[in-house]
């Protein structure tokens, strides 16, 4: 029955009525002989039609077989041809006709059938259940478990897979081209026709895992986007003028000579693109570089069946075959040694079939494996190329060191820290001592009730990305297929109406999903920004790259030399920020400032620091934030927190010792330093600003500091009046307003 309920339902019906009705008026003449002639001829065209829908091959022998059967039991009818000929329109309606005319699988000669059931005789006809087991069609002669077609597999290879789509608009496709993004853990992801305006931001088409690089034009038409994995360096080149669609970055690996990737589209009316790039590929070429470029250039390399470019073309085509971008896109491809390595159709319609995204590379022989994907998400199929990798691996997956909160909770966490029994450290008489002990105690604690685990981190799809959207994806995908064997308009528009489907149902399942998590977290902010944010609201942070340094005119990939590089220039650049401030006059000197300050009452050593108590370090450590990131001692605000029952009192006592000595605890100088990077090359470290993560604890001898300073400059009116920065209650409207009143009063 599954074989009835996939025939279409326009074709069917309408031949099963019009053969019923003609049945019903030549009843009348003959009986038996129209039965059997109709009742052949009805199971035919069904059986032809099915076998157009999906090519079954196993639909194809049962077919054949349940024809003997007829030659076998039924009474001669008249063969198929002088059936069509012998009756007029009233008995074949011309569409049926021309269908049936039309359908010719698997070379069924259906001459040789019909003369050899004429050598036979019919004496009744097959049963309804044998009619009904043969038209279901989907019949496996050896049933059991097969393996089915792995879209995907050309991506389970090693290497650098390069993955290029004109999308046709990303952001309603965004979620499908993540699972994209998922399935074949592509290095550089080439997007044209984005269709993309300032007012989408990045957050809303990111794909976690890939740093996004992106030159728009507008909502209506054109755009490129690129997504390059995160552990790849890489250096954007700027060379193009703004009216070439192109995005080209530089990639480094290691041990390997960096190579350019170029992502480009070429609208239909712009007849300069390919001179305008020529003259800036003068620059990627003089180093013999690599090249790989991907993108829809809008010119098909096949004519007249052929393929103008590809591996090992001598490009010796007359001039009549090709138009002038074509010969235009020729010369720069012999230019620079460039080979089309795409051979098959990347766009299909009913009425034609073009290859206009190429892949164009000077490097063939570093070429694994290349070729078309049969993907239904645009108008064109998806492209892809996978650059050899010898001595180089990369895991897609990332390994990452995180705390199991599973039988945490505070209750057993403070009960840990009183079996842990912190001694009275302001016996001490080593500040760096105390301050190791407790924290080697503290720790210890976390260790038991929150013990640090390794985990890998996968690239999820989105929750409503679930089994009816893929399922749905891979009918559509089948529906291309067969659109490509056919190019019939019934397939296409069943094609169509299959993409139409795949869209609203990725737009209902994610709105449904949407609505019901923020009638989930009503009053409850922190989890309502959460999903908002997943939405593509603006983040605060944009994903890094892997970093790669140049120094002395080598690359550096290694971590560790790395860190090197960046603390040599972050611990320079005061002493060079100060070589070339100018020298400060002497007039502000010791006496001078003691002279100013006399009247005042304010004498040498007259300021001491206090001891502090546990209420104050109680209260400082209730205001910590909990999401702050750790310091190197890798104790988070939430254990500090948590903890504050027991450990303020010894938090106390090493900040009275640390008073008493006169002595910063060393661990509390020790941050870790994380380079941000700013604009320019990602290889120079003067474009990346250092970010220090202090250990938490040790902003807590800050503020007892700092308090008492600032209430000691406070109360003996030291500072001046006016002075608006590192102030309460002061800032730079402040400053402003004074100024604009002092001006104002200079008019008058």
């Known amino acids: 029955m599954a074989g009835i309920e996939n025939f279409d339902e326009k074709y069917s019906i309408h031949t099963i009525n019009m053969f019923s009705k003609k049945y019903q008026d030549f009843k009348k003449v003959d009986e038996t002989k129209y039965f059997n002639s109709l009742l052949f001829l009805t199971i035919l065209f069904l059986f032809k039609l099915k076998l157009y829908l999906d090519k079954n091959r196993i639909t194809y022998l049962i077919f054949v077989g349940f024809l003997k059967i007829l030659t076998s039991h039924w009474r001669p009818v008249d063969s198929y041809y002088e059936l069509k000929y012998s009756f007029n329109d009233e008995f074949f309606s011309l569409e049926i006709l021309q269908v049936m005319d039309r359908i010719t699988?698997?070379?069924i000669e259906f001459d040789t059938v019909i003369y050899s059931m004429q050598a036979k005789k019919f004496v009744h006809q097959p049963p309804l259940s044998l009619l009904i087991l043969i038209l279901s069609g989907d019949i496996e002669l050896n049933p059991g478990p097969t393996q089915a077609f792995n879209l995907w597999s050309p991506f389970a290879n090693?290497?650098?897979?390069?993955?290029?789509?004109?999308?046709n608009s990303i952001l309603p496709k965004i979620d499908e081209l993540r699972q994209v993004a998922r399935n074949t853990n592509a290095a550089i992801i080439g997007i044209t026709e984005s269709k993309l305006d300032p007012t989408i931001f990045d957050p809303e088409i990111t794909i976690e895992g890939y740093i996004l690089l992106r030159k728009d034009r507008n909502r209506h038409g054109g755009g490129v986007a690129c997504y390059i994995r995160n552990d790849i360096c890489f250096n954007i080149i700027n060379i193009f003028p703004v009216e070439i669609e192109g995005i080209l970055v530089h990639i480094l690996l290691p041990k390997t000579k960096p190579f350019v990737v170029g992502i480009f589209y070429r609208p239909p009316n712009q007849n300069n693109f390919f001179e305008v790039i020529s003259q800036e590929f003068n620059q990627l070429c003089t180093d013999n570089k690599e090249l790989y470029?991907?993108?829809?250039?809008?010119v098909n390399s096949v004519v007249n069946g052929k393929s103008i470019l590809g591996k090992n073309k001598n490009f010796d085509f007359p001039s009549s075959s090709i138009s002038t971008i074509g010969k235009q896109y020729n010369e720069l491809c012999v230019m620079y040694s460039l080979s089309q390595i795409i051979e098959s159709p990347t766009r299909i319609t009913s009425n034609s079939s073009s290859l206009i995204d190429h892949v164009l590379t000077n490097s063939c022989e570093k070429i694994t494996n290349s070729g078309v994907i049969d993907l239904a998400l645009s108008d064109h199929h998806l492209i892809f190329c996978t650059r050899k990798l010898v001595r180089q691996k990369f895991n897609f997956h990332k390994q990452i060191k995180c705390r199991s909160f599973k039988k945490y909770t505070p209750k057993n966490f403070v009960k840990e820290l009183k079996s842990s029994n912190f001694p009275n450290y302001e016996s001490y008489n080593d500040v760096n001592d105390a301050y190791t002990n407790f924290i080697s105690l503290l720790s210890a604690a976390i260790n038991k009730v929150a013990p640090l685990r390794e985990i890998r981190i996968k690239n999820r799809t989105h929750d409503w990305f679930d089994l009816d959207i893929s399922n749905a994806i891979k009918?559509?995908?089948?529906?291309?297929?067969?659109?490509?064997?056919?190019?019939?308009?019934?397939?296409?528009?069943?094609?169509?109406?299959?993409?139409?489907?795949?869209?609203?149902?990725?737009?209902?399942k994610k709105k449904v999903f949407i609505e019901n998590k923020l009638k989930d977290n009503v009053g409850k902010p922190k989890e309502l920004w959460k999903v908002l944010k997943s939405l593509g609201l603006p983040k605060k942070c944009t994903p890094i790259s892997n970093i790669c340094l140049k120094s002395e005119g080598k690359h550096s990939y290694s971590a560790e030399e790395n860190a090197e590089l960046f603390k040599n220039y972050f611990s320079e650049l005061a002493n060079n920020l100060l070589l070339k401030l100018p020298q400060a006059p002497n007039i502000f000197g010791s006496s001078s400032t003691s002279l100013?300050?006399?009247?005042?009452?304010?004498?040498?050593?007259?300021?001491?620091?206090?001891?502090?108590?546990v209420t104050i370090v109680t209260n400082i450590l209730k205001n910590i934030d909990p999401s702050k990131a750790a310091g190197i001692d890798n104790i988070g605000g939430k254990f500090i927190k948590d903890g504050i029952p027991v450990i303020a009192l010894p938090i106390a006592q090493i900040c009275n010792l640390s008073i008493k000595l006169s002595s910063f605890p060393d661990a509390c100088k020790m941050a870790k330093v994380k380079p941000i990077f700013k604009k320019g090359s990602k290889t120079d470290p003067k474009n990346y600003r250092p970010i220090s993560l202090l250990p938490l604890i040790s902003k807590v001898f800050e503020k007892i500091i700092h308090d008492q300073t600032q209430n000691y400059l406070a109360e003996n009116r030291i500072l001046y009046d006016y002075q608006s920065g590192f102030r309460t209650n002061h800032s730079t409207d402040f400053a402003l307003s004074f100024l604009n009143d002092k001006i104002l009063k200079g008019f008058d």
């Open 105 to 107: 699988l698997f070379e």
């Open 158 to 167: 090693k290497g650098l897979h390069f993955l290029h789509l004109n999308i």
């Open 293 to 298: 470029i991907l993108g829809d250039f809008n």
């Open 475 to 508: 009918a559509r995908n089948e529906k291309l297929k067969t659109f490509e064997r056919t190019r019939e308009i019934l397939d296409e528009e069943n094609l169509k109406r299959s993409k139409t489907e795949v869209q609203n149902l990725i737009k209902n």
């Open 596 to 613: 100013y300050y006399r009247p005042y009452n304010i004498l040498p050593n007259k300021f001491n620091f206090t001891k502090t108590n």
